[in-house]
């Protein structure tokens, strides 16, 4: 008979994610904070007399800091981990023994 190998693996919970959930939210919004001064102040000064076109790029410019925060902040949470949990990628080999 084969063993079963058994790997204790903590499962995720409501808290773990309303933790992570809330943390990542949290640095997002510290890190937008300055790129958005940074990118509407000039932005719209420099586009102020190109009318329409600033209507467009101002938003998108918006969407692209804050989604840069938000990647910035996934980065730093998983390299920090969650409360006591700390996130790890490790390679599985699908290779099954043959018997």
Do not use: C, H, Y
């Not at 773990?16 to 990542?24: D, Q, S, T, Y």
């Not at 989604?67 to 949990?85: E, N, P, Q, T």
Request: proline share 5%.
């Amino acid at each position: 008979m084969e063993k079963a190998q058994s790997t204790s693996r903590p499962e995720a919970t409501l808290g773990f994610a309303a933790k992570f959930v809330l943390k990542l939210f949290g640095l997002t919004l510290l890190f937008s904070i300055i790129p958005l001064l940074f990118v509407n102040l000039p932005l719209g000064m420099l586009l102020i007399n190109f009318g329409k076109i600033s209507i467009l790029l101002i938003p998108l410019a918006n969407l692209l800091a804050v989604f840069l925060s938000g990647a910035l902040a996934a980065k730093l949470i998983f390299a920090w981990g969650v409360g006591d949990f700390e996130f790890s990628i490790t390679k599985v080999s699908a290779e099954q023994p043959s018997n």
